[in-house]
């Protein structure tokens, strides 16, 4: 009969939805006005013949007005528009207001147009109905349930432990429990610090006990995978749980955070493999306040090398508080288009300006200059690579030093505020031709900030005497009213920056190794990309002009222990599922980096993970004739370009 209904249905082009909402409103038709003649024929010792007429009479007048007002209820609570496969506890509210709303209308509506019935009937009429109504919408997910429970244990793929008896957590059980024939994932225990909570079940999973007995559970239910969900958890309690759950074989993943568990959309899916940032041996640093932004609002902001990892990162936060235009300035056009088109869509009010080019090019950065007039500039644009720039020093010094030296010029030129260079611990006393082009991009700016200050800007000229009469007609720009104020901002490795060894090491465990450390004890500074773009926005707002910011960034990592963690995050054993090997110190690498040179000292800044280099003394005057030279050198692609820096930055020692 059903079919012979479905395949009518399907001549007349109505879909399978249209199908249920049909069978659930006769279904309902039937139900409203079967529960209340069955509480007249109960009230009356189940014999029709025992009903007052009157009572009969009323009803069966009434029962068509009351089907259209139930319909209607129905309609506007949504019971025929809610998938009943994954009904919850809305649902069951839907049906309890609407059974509410309906049987109100009922007592009312029958007792004043026709008659007043026995009390019995409007109690067990809508109790009734509430159970007919439910019972149909719950059936279907009742019957999955108990084909759940009677699912095959061969079916089971992994053994999951969750960490977290709390909303996310309970979330992720009942959405793995939904979907456990596809993903072959079975939770078999929950871990809870709350001791209220141990000895419970969620949906028949016990709640075994807190962070300290996930070892041994572990063991006990062969555990094969650990999902944290803690999403609300500090700093401290989220890196302990990591650290004891990264010293079992199972794989781990993390909800990311709380914003998921406000949107509703907590599922297995939401979970991510855990990043490495969260085995740091510090907390995370957050030094931004109004504060920090209050010199960027209804500004006009340039970032250069906006497309990079910190470049991208500081358009991002730049353009969440209200500059007045943003230019991003960038050579490598998709970086430039992917950043660009993340802001358009976050930000679509906001005055963006996406332009190609590079910072060596001194008519396009003029050109730029002289149209935008950009107050404040982040100098992101830089080649960074320590073994790509031992193989092209002259190309290290093209882009890193004259370009700083070119776009600090038109900062300079065209009157802005404030010019920040995004610095590295490798400048450090460098081994490699890369850092002592970034240590020479920091002489460069505080050169030009000790010029401005004692009113020698005229000795800012001599790299622009080697081009034609374009720079020399345009000199006069120098005597802009206003003074730039010029500061470095330097820190060590960013997490997941390109190029960077996480990501490196993640992509050989994917190929399944080795994972390749260059030497056993080679330790970094580390830090995340949010964490230097804070630095980078802080150093901007406490500029006065010449100071190299430095962040306190904790204890140095090993490299080969980092390796491991990832190893171990992503469900290996190291050295056993996943081999390390060693491949020896790259050209120009150091087995540990500094983040203050010896002549060097520190000054404290209101944020006490912020410090201030003491400036080494120099003659700037010397530093920029010297960079003049210097360029000549690297266009002539001179073979003794290390030892010509070497005279410019003493520090510099290149590894054998």
């Known amino acids: ?133 439910l019972a149909i919408r719950f059936s279907y997910r009742l019957v999955l349930l108990l084909r759940e429970v009677r699912m095959p244990t061969a079916q089971v793929k992994n053994r999951v432990m969750i960490i977290g008896a709390g909303v996310a957590g309970t979330m992720i059980l009942r959405d793995l429990n939904s979907s456990d024939k596809i993903s072959g994932d079975k939770v078999v225990c929950i871990i809870d610090d709350n001791k209220n909570k141990w000895g419970r079940f969620i949906d028949g999973v016990p709640i075994v006990g807190g962070r300290d007995t996930i070892f041994y559970y572990v063991k006990k239910y062969s555990v094969d995978k650990i999902y944290i969900s ?62 920090t932004f209050g010199y960027i609002k209804d500004r006009t902001v340039l970032v250069t090398g906006g497309g990079g990892s ?20 960038d050579i490598y056009e998709n970086n430039a288009y992917e950043i660009q088109q993340e802001i358009i869509h976050n930000f679509p009010d906001l005055d963006l300006v996406t332009l190609i080019g590079s910072v060596r090019d001194s008519r396009r950065l003029d050109s730029i200059f002289s149209k935008y007039h950009p107050e404040i500039v982040y100098h992101a644009a830089a080649h960074k690579h320590v073994p790509l720039m031992e193989d092209s020093p002259c190309e290290s010094i093209k882009n890193n030093v004259i370009g700083t030296y070119k ?33 020479l991009c920091e002489m460069v700016i505080q050169s030009f900030s000790k010029l401005l200050n004692s009113g020698k800007a005229e000795s800012i000229y001599p790299l622009y005497e080697h081009y034609d009469e374009f720079f020399d007609e345009n000199k006069v720009g120098i005597k802009a009213s206003i003074k730039t104020e010029f500061v470095a901002v330097r820190f ?23 994972v390749t450390v260059t030497h056993p004890d080679i330790i970094r500074y580390f830090m995340t990309i949010p964490e230097a773009v804070s630095l980078v926005l802080e150093a901007g707002a406490y500029a006065k002009g010449g100071e190299i910011f430095v962040l306190d960034m904790g204890d140095p990592v090993k490299i080969v222990d980092l390796a491991r963690n990832l ?85 510099y020692h290149p590894a054998k």
């Open 567 to 651: 190893i171990r995050l992503s469900g290996y054993v190291p050295d056993v599922d996943i081999k390390i090997e060693y491949s020896g110190l790259r050209p120009g690498e150091k087995l540990y980096e500094e983040k203050l040179m010896s002549s060097e000292g520190l000054e404290r800044t209101e944020n006490k993970l912020i410090h201030i280099c003491k400036p080494i003394d120099f003659d700037p005057i010397d530093v920029l004739k010297s960079v003049s030279d210097l360029m000549d050198d690297c266009y002539n692609e001179d073979p003794k370009i290390r030892e010509i820096v070497g005279k410019i930055v003493p520090t």
């Open 492 to 514: 060590g490795n960013v997490l997941g920056s390109n190029g960077s060894v996480v990501p490196k090491f993640k992509k050989q465990i994917a190929q399944g190794g080795p």
């Open 230 to 291: 803690i999403p609300s958890a500090s700093a401290n309690d989220r890196r302990d749980i990591l650290n004891i759950c990264k010293e079992t074989d199972c794989e781990i993943k993390s909800l990311p955070g709380v914003y998921q568990i406000i949107n509703g959309d907590v599922t297995a899916g939401s979970l991510k493999p855990v990043a490495i940032e969260d085995l740091l041996g510090r907390d995370p640093i957050n030094i931004q306040s109004e504060d």
């Open 407 to 439: 776009t600090a010029y038109a900062t300079v030129k065209y009157g802005c505020r404030r010019f920040i260079l995004i610095s590295t611990d490798k400048a450090v006393n460098p081994t490699n031709i890369m850092g002592a082009s970034k240590r």
């Open 310 to 329: 910190i470049g991208s990162e500081l358009c991002r936060q730049i353009a969440a508080h209200n500059p007045k235009r943003l230019i991003i300035f």
């Open 1 to 133: 009969m059903i079919n012979r209904f479905r395949k009518l249905l399907d001549f007349c082009k109505i879909k399978h939805w249209h199908f249920v909402t049909v069978v659930l409103m006769l279904y309902d038709i039937i139900s409203i006005n079967l529960s209340y003649f069955l509480a007249l024929w109960i009230r009356f010792d189940c014999r029709i013949s025992n009903i007052a007429p009157e009572y009969l009479t009323a009803y069966y007048k009434f029962a068509p007005i009351y089907t259209i007002f139930c319909l209607g209820v129905f309609m506007i609570m949504r019971l025929y528009n809610s998938i009943w496969r994954f009904a919850s506890y809305r649902e069951l509210l839907h049906v309890f207001f609407s059974s509410v709303i309906t049987s109100v209308f009922h007592i009312i509506f029958i007792t004043v147009l026709f008659q007043r019935m026995p009390i019995s009937y409007y109690a067990f009429g809508a109790f009734t109905q509430f159970a007919f109504i």
